[in-house]
């Protein structure tokens, strides 16, 4: 296990293997021991609750799956009195709370209640859903408006600072620059791609919203390009996620500069992805004599 | 508790061209189903990361469960050239089933694919000692399958149209304390709206895309009512049966 114990930050982590908010939860349990992972990163939570978007909400392309979600979930309140306490119960791996909001203002409100709140090791400030209106994505586009976000944000708390970048932007590594420069203390990314699915039969979006976020085994060269670019230009450990399926996947994004990954979308088609990357990492640094930091970022060309 | 198994494909049998049915075996999955539940599988050798399937349960005999599957894309093609011995790899029994009371005269209304869990469903509810009517509709004579009364949009086989036209004729004349459906959106719809005007509650098997499977995801979200307030819930997890008079039908 030492070999490949990582770090986010002001976090250690026991191994690089996570996964990425939106696709997991608890319900997870009855296929693996959860506190095998590194780390548990909830769903996006908002400050009032969220319906969601319109069904259909999901449509898997040729290779790799659409889906408009908008950050359905119960709001804060019910987060910090129901949600928060089973998290707290059951596990005993760092809890990054995922959260979103649509202004300054309320993105400092909910990391100032979720502070009161003991055993959360970091937040993921979700800067790049693209399937709402008005929350993330309209910060995540913009390197302005992260600096000021993350200067807002860094100052209140102790905890993990993820910024979670979109790779819907020409230039992710002036993002991540303005996200550091701004105290943040880690990044995620990438968030999904926009994306889109017609019925060539009689010309229906697939998709009630139309374009949607799109993730799974085609986005994963994004991806690593996204983490690549990134980590040249800022040090801040990455938290890669986008298409990681197993753990050859994994061993590409530590090459390109990851110091941890987020498992998303393959947890939908093998419920123990996360354990079997886990497992398979161990084996190739076992077997390879290496350590983790040894291989990150030293891509060769 | 999700059982996720590794279960051995005991048979593969053509129905027609267009249906076919996977029985695999495994003791505990057999002992946990109950009308109107699911599994998620895919095949075992499958290596390109597809979602799994979301299957209704067909039937349940011993240690065997059974899927009948219908030929639509690439994914349920790739079920249909599997041979008996391969490994299927399965998630479940999953969701909340039809409710099965006792002593009861029970209508049931299927389409198209919408026949396998209502043949489940009929077993168990005769079992209970209900007494129930079948009717089925398809397309064509492909989408028939055994029950009490055909119908068939062709006319190729059975009675020519629609099976909620069926469904509507029978209802003056016999009394029935419930009905259950699976189908298509349009005939959920119209065996809501004949139902709803006979007074006979309707219990409907939803279906949507879907991805995890196990409620995580909220991909497969259907529109209903719950204490006034209008919220989406997961086919998955909080159905894939629900009650008709609670699910909004106007945004479907």
Known sequence: ?301 | MNLHKQAVLSSIENINQSYFTLTVEDKEVAELSQAGLFCQIRPRSSSFPRLRKPISIYDVDGDHIRFMIKRIGAGTQGFAQLRSGDAIDLIGPLGKGFTVPAGRRIILISGGIGYPPLFFLNKRLKDAGNETFWLHGGNCSDDLFPCAELWCRDGSSGNAGLVSEGLAKRLPDHQYDLAYACGPIPLLKACHQICQQAGIPLQVSMEAYMACGIGVCHGCAVPVWERGEPVYRNVCSDGPVFDAALIRWEEL
């Open chain 1, 1 to 301: 296990m030492r070999r490949i114990a990582t770090r986010l930050g002001r976090i250690a982590l026991s191994n690089p293997v996570s996964v990425a908010s939106g696709t997991f939860g608890l319900e997870y349990a009855d296929f693996f021991d959860l506190n095998r992972l590194a780390a548990f990163v909830t769903k996006t939570i908002t400050l009032e609750p969220k319906q969601g978007n319109p069904p259909p909400r999901l449509y898997e392309t040729e290779a790799g799956l659409l889906n408009s979600i908008g950050l359905q979930n119960p709001g804060l309140d019910a987060f910090i009195a129901v949600h928060l306490p089973r998290l707290r119960k059951q596990l005993s791996i760092p809890i990054i709370v995922s959260f979103s909001a649509s202004s300054v203002r309320e993105f400092a409100e909910i990391l100032k209640r979720l502070e009161d709140e003991p055993d959360i090791s970091g937040y993921e400030v979700n800067i790049s859903c693209p399937n709402v209106a008005r929350e993330g994505i309209t910060f995540g586009v913009d390197p302005f408006a992260v600096a000021e976000l993350t200067h807002k944000l860094s100052p209140l708390t102790q905890r993990e600072l993820i910024i979670k970048l979109t790779p819907n932007v020409t230039d992710i590594a002036a993002i991540a620059q303005a996200a550091e420069d701004n105290g943040a203390t880690s990044l995620a990314l990438i968030n999904t791609l926009t994306g889109m699915a017609i019925d060539y039969r009689n010309g229906r979006s697939f998709i009630k919203r139309g374009i949607a976020g799109y993730s799974g085994i085609g986005i994963k060269p994004v991806a690593l390009a996204c983490v690549y670019k990134t980590a040249q230009a800022v040090r801040l450990p990455i938290l890669a996620m986008g298409g990681i399926h197993t753990w050859q996947d994994a061993l590409e994004f530590f090459y390109a500069g990851a110091s941890a990954i987020a498992i998303g979308t393959a947890s939908f088609i093998e419920p123990d992805a996360p354990i079997r990357c886990l497992e398979g990492l161990q084996n190739w640094f076992q077997q390879n004599d290496l350590i983790l930091p040894e291989i990150i970022g030293r891509v060769s060309f």
